[in-house]
T-cell receptor, first 114, second 115 residues
Framework: AQSVTQPDIHITVSEGASLELRCNYSYGATPYLFWYVQSPGQGLQLLLKYFSGDTLVQGIKGFEAEFKRSQSSFNLRKPSVHWSDAAEYFCAARSYSGNTPLVFGKGTRLSVIA | KAGVTQTPRYLIKTRGQQVTLSCSPISGHRSVSWYQQTPGQGLQFLFEYFSETQRNKGNFPGRFSGRQFSNSRSEMNVSTLELGDSALYLC??????????????FGPGTRLTVL
């Protein structure tokens, strides 16, 4: 079955430190890949997406993600975290073939400390 | 361009009642998808509508239904509410082009509380 795994439920980083959130997918073929962010009580905001081409994808708010086919991973990174980055982050995937729904990981909650 | 809008933002209902939630997609978007978000189950796909037709359906009981109108606006209905239906219901819209860029953009959600 198609699935997306985010191994880390909760991560705490210091403001100004670097961040990496992990995401692994299990699909028959490389899917479309997305990262969304959700602030408390809000909807999901798209950070970035990967469809094909360059494996390093730039997104909004200074985030980037790297697609690694050999590891079935699509990890999200940010060089320097700001307190406003505290939120829940969701990795999602959708199959290339046909009109199929997004499959989400369980999410990683990011806390930022001073 | 205005984003996805959902109404109402908050709802409180009692068990056994029914509820209708509304979603207006981004202008020009033809596909609307609905998701249920709970702390225990995370984000789960309910259904997707395209050109007034249900194109995909998740694994939810028949109490959950939806429809899409000719202007792409969508409604979802939950009948005979149960306590477990308390959740954030998210709507997402997309262009629904076949092939590459069919990114989903989400609304702020409707928080449903069932008492």
């Amino acid at each position: 079955a198609q699935s997306v795994t985010q191994p880390d439920i909760h991560i705490t980083v210091s403001e100004g430190a670097s961040l990496e959130l992990r995401c692994n997918y299990s699909y028959g073929a490389t899917p479309y890949l997305f990262w969304y962010v959700q602030s408390p009580g809000q909807g999901l905001q798209l950070l970035l997406k990967y469809f094909s081409g360059d494996t390093l994808v730039q997104g909004i708010k200074g985030f980037e993600a790297e697609f690694k086919r050999s590891q079935s991973s699509f990890n999200l990174r940010k060089p320097s975290v700001h307190w406003s980055d505290a939120a829940e982050y969701f990795c999602a995937a959708r199959s290339y073939s046909g009109n199929t729904p997004l499959v989400f990981g369980k999410g990683t909650r990011l806390s930022v400390i001073a | 361009k205005a984003g996805v809008t959902q109404t109402p933002r908050y709802l409180i209902k009692t068990r056994g009642q029914q509820v209708t939630l509304s979603c207006s997609p981004i202008s020009g978007h033809r596909s609307v998808s609905w998701y249920q978000q709970t702390p225990g189950q995370g984000l789960q796909f309910l259904f997707e509508y395209f050109s007034e037709t249900q194109r995909n359906k998740g694994n939810f009981p028949g109490r959950f239904s939806g429809r899409q109108f000719s202007n792409s606006r969508s409604e979802m209905n939950v009948s005979t509410l149960e306590l477990g239906d308390s959740a954030l219901y998210l709507c997402a819209s997309s262009l629904a082009t076949t092939g590459s860029d069919d990114t989903q953009y989400f609304g702020p959600g409707t928080r449903l509380t069932v008492l």
